[in-house]
């Protein structure tokens, strides 16, 4: 089966930094993808991992524990601009060709100043 | 802009119409795929589309119906569709073989059956 877990929703401050955390427990597994959303807008490409560790990427990054099921997102540096939707996805279940993502429900992030 | 463009951007049909939907990607990619997103629950995977054969029928019902042409466009016919079936429909492509395979959505189409 295919699940993955996020809060429904964090809070936080401005400038302040915040850990949205993934857990997945998936019948494959080709790779974990983090996408923002806005309000009645299309997803878009945050990050991505397939090996353990720490992705890197300006105020964005993201980790990943294969052996735990386990990965997260930490925004720095937090902007109002960054009130949004964060969806976790897991590709799977691999072995060649295209595989479509499996998504959690998307943790809904409030930026408060 | 992503280069993955949907339309119509919003649709509004009764049950008992046939309407189709476009996507189109700009961006070179070989494998296309529609998604499904209600309200309250997560993006569903619908249909899977890699060098222009389907891959992936996420048991989905008949009255949703993919076509793929060529490896650019994507349609997703609709018929005699339910209520329950309003949701946003979001198409995405991805190139297939490359490091990442990320893929990039378009703006979907925002459908409401009555």
């Known amino acids: 089966g295919q699940n993955i877990d996020q809060p429904t929703e964090m809070t936080a401050t401005e400038g302040a930094i915040v850990q949205i955390n993934c857990t997945y427990q998936?019948?494959?597994?080709?790779?974990l993808f983090w996408y923002q959303q806005h309000a009645g807008e299309a997803p878009t490409f945050l990050s991505y991992?397939?090996?353990?560790g720490l992705e890197e990427k300006g105020r964005f990054s993201s980790f990943l524990s294969r052996s735990k099921g386990y990965s997260y997102l930490l925004l720095k540096e937090l902007q109002m601009k960054d009130s949004a939707s964060y969806l976790c996805?897991?590709?799977?279940?691999?072995?060649?060709?295209?595989?479509?993502?499996?998504f959690g429900k998307g943790t809904h992030l409030i930026i408060q100043p | 802009e992503t280069g993955v463009t949907q339309t119509p951007r919003h649709l509004v049909m009764g049950m008992t119409n046939k309407k189709s939907l476009k996507c189109e990607q700009h961006?070179?990619?070989?494998?296309m795929y529609w998604y499904k997103q209600s309200a309250k629950k997560p993006l569903e995977l619908m249909f899977v589309?890699?060098?222009?054969?389907?891959?992936e029928n996420n048991s989905v019902p008949s009255r949703f119906s993919p076509e793929c042409p060529n490896s650019s466009h994507l349609f997703l016919h609709l018929h005699t569709l339910q209520p329950e079936d309003s949701a946003l429909y979001l198409c995405a492509s991805s190139q297939e073989m490359a490091d990442q395979e990320t893929q990039y959505f378009g703006p979907g189409t925002r459908l409401l059956v009555l």
């Open positions: 589309y890699n060098f222009k054969e389907q891959t």
């Open positions: 996805a897991v590709r799977g279940p691999g072995g060649g060709g295209a595989d479509g993502l499996t």
């Open positions: 991992n397939v090996l353990d």
């Open positions: 998936t019948s494959g597994f080709n790779g």
């Open positions: 961006l070179g990619h070989n494998a």
